[in-house]
């Protein structure tokens, strides 16, 4: 298949942006073939658009599955997998959050809380056990309320994004 310009621009920035985010390369750069396109396209199709391996395609698609941003699914009258991605935005931020959340949040809260249960952080300074209170006070509130967001339908959540984005120029004084 071969890529228009805009659709070039748009899968090399979303692999620049994967890497900037901590994901490898291609495996932004097939999220964005597949989201770009709208369609589910197999894993030759993928590897002779991007110019890549087949292997590294097939790695990366792993990868994008164990994430829950791909999913397999069949075309008629073909035996090999096609792979597809939401093409809802929200849906595609809803997967993303939860899945940071439960890999990277959820692990450091834990690890925070054993801490302060430990019997040993007793031995600790007030100012570094109130330090350590402080950021998983924190860190709890962000994942309340991030699950909370999470939940809301998404012309709800874009008012709430809205709301903040008033409210904090309001409280800076520039009018709104």
Request: hydrophobic share 40%; glycine share 6%.
């Amino acid at each position: 298949m071969e890529l228009s310009s805009t659709a070039q621009r748009f899968v090399l920035h979303w692999g620049e942006m994967g890497s900037a985010w901590g994901v490898n390369r291609t495996v932004a750069q097939i999220h964005a073939l597949l989201y770009f396109h709208g369609r589910p396209l197999n894993a030759e199709e993928i590897a002779q658009t991007l110019a890549v391996a087949r292997s590294n395609v097939s790695t990366s698609l792993k990868e994008l599955t164990s994430w829950n941003l791909v999913r397999v699914t069949h075309v008629l009258g073909d035996r090999r997998d096609y792979f597809e991605t939401s093409v809802d935005v929200w849906e595609l931020l809803r997967t993303i959050v939860r899945e940071r959340k439960h890999r990277e949040f959820d692990p450091t809260v834990r690890m925070l809380s054993d801490l302060v249960e430990d019997e040993s952080f007793k031995n600790e300074s007030p100012d570094t056990q109130d330090r350590v209170r402080d950021c998983l006070r924190l860190m709890q509130t962000m994942g309340a309320w991030s699950e909370e967001m999470m939940r809301l339908s998404p012309s709800t959540l874009e008012k709430v994004l809205k709301l903040g984005a008033n409210i904090q120029r309001f409280v800076r004084g520039d009018g709104g």
